[in-house]
């Protein structure tokens, strides 16, 4: 996710690749990020204190050993920190720093390699300028809302977790299409770009799914018939409690110590 970020902050024209340090442990694997220009390193700490904007991009379970590497060099007027961990809250970070300073939390989701995330943001704790300047990097790779850190967790599970969900649909779809007919590879294009083109109607027309679903519905046709199959099969219910259950996963992912 780290990387997709530097990538698409590239890509957007608006930062050079040397403008931006990569860290992690195993750093040969960063080979070719220094060979385009990038700065690659293993050492967190001397990466912290040269720069002012920090993003935090490692996973829940690594967070408090990193926060422990960077603790003497985060300074609350020099810098902002921006934590991409899932579940991991904005007081959990200033806690384990002992530090008050700017920390924005954002959630992305994988779509960001493709400069089209959806990312949510929240922060009570950083100015509107830090926001403001946040949304600016995550904008360079996708649409970026600002929403209360207690809906994270939500956020998490419909925007992170709910790229998953889409592909299993995708993917269900296009098992359908072998059955009635078509190769696998023309199955799958077919129904990855049918899907694109429902949510292209919503966010192009801003018109809401059950309008266009009646645009499709004839009386006594085929969608609907399929349609009302689905939903007696449980479509939407368990698209539901998917995203309930991940929710609530989705919470429970940071242990503090
Ligand atoms: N994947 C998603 O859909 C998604 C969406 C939204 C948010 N998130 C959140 O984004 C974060 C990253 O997820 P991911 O999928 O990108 O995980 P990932 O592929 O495992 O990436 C984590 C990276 O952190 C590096 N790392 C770990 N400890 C480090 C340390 N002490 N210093 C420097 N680098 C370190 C790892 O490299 P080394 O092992 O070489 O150090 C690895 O490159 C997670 O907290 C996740 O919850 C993920």
Same mark, same amino acid.
């Given at each position: 996710m780290g ?5 698409g902050?590239?890509k957007?024209?608006?930062y050079?690749?040397?403008q ?10 960063l ?6 220009g990038?700065?690659v390193t293993?050492?967190?700490a001397?990466?912290?204190s040269q720069a002012?904007?920090?993003v ?7 967070l408090?050993n ?5 603790k003497d060099?985060?300074?609350?007027e020099q810098?902002?920190?921006?934590s991409?961990?899932?579940g991991?809250?904005?007081q959990?970070i200033?806690?384990r ?5 700017p920390?924005?939390r954002?959630?992305? =989701?994988t779509?960001i390699?493709?400069q089209? !995330?959806?990312?949510? @943001?929240?922060s009570d $704790?950083a %100015?509107?300028e830090h926001?403001?300047?946040?949304k600016?990097l ?5 649409e970026t809302i ?7 967790t939500s ?10 969900f889409?592909?299993r649909?995708i993917?269900?779809a296009s098992?359908g299409?072998?059955?009635?007919g ?5 199955a799958?294009?077919?129904a ?7 949510a292209a109607?919503?966010l192009?027309?801003g018109?809401?799914?059950e ?5 499709v519905t004839s009386?006594?046709g085929?969608?609907?018939a399929?349609? =009302?199959?689905m939903e007696?099969?449980?479509? !939407?219910?368990a698209l @539901?409690?998917g995203? $309930?259950? %991940? ?5 429970n992912l940071y242990v503090?110590e």
């Open positions: 990387l997709s970020l530097a990538k902050l590239v957007s024209g608006k050079q690749p040397q931006i340090t990569i860290t992690r442990r195993n750093v040969r694997a080979t070719s990020l220094a060979e385009a990038y700065q293993d050492d967190n001397a990466a912290v002012n904007i920090v935090i991009a490692v996973l829940p379970q690594q408090n990193l926060l422990d590497t960077i060099q985060v300074k609350a810098h902002l920190l921006i991409i961990a899932s991991v809250m904005v959990d200033i806690n720093l002992g530090l008050e300073v920390v924005v954002a959630m992305p =989701n779509a390699a493709i089209e !995330s959806m990312t949510c @943001i929240a $704790r %100015s509107a926001l403001e300047k946040v600016e995550f904008d360079t790779v996708g600002e929403i209360h850190e207690e809906l994270m956020a998490t599970a419909l925007c992170a977790c709910g790229i998953a889409f592909l649909a993917r269900a098992q299409g072998i059955e009635i078509f190769h696998a590879a023309e799958l294009h077919m990855a770009q049918t899907a694109k083109g429902a109607l919503l192009v027309n018109s809401h799914p309008n266009e679903i009646d645009k009386p006594k085929c969608t609907i399929g349609l =009302n199959e007696h099969a449980g479509f !939407s219910s @539901i409690k995203i $309930r259950l %991940s929710s609530v996963k989705a919470g503090k």
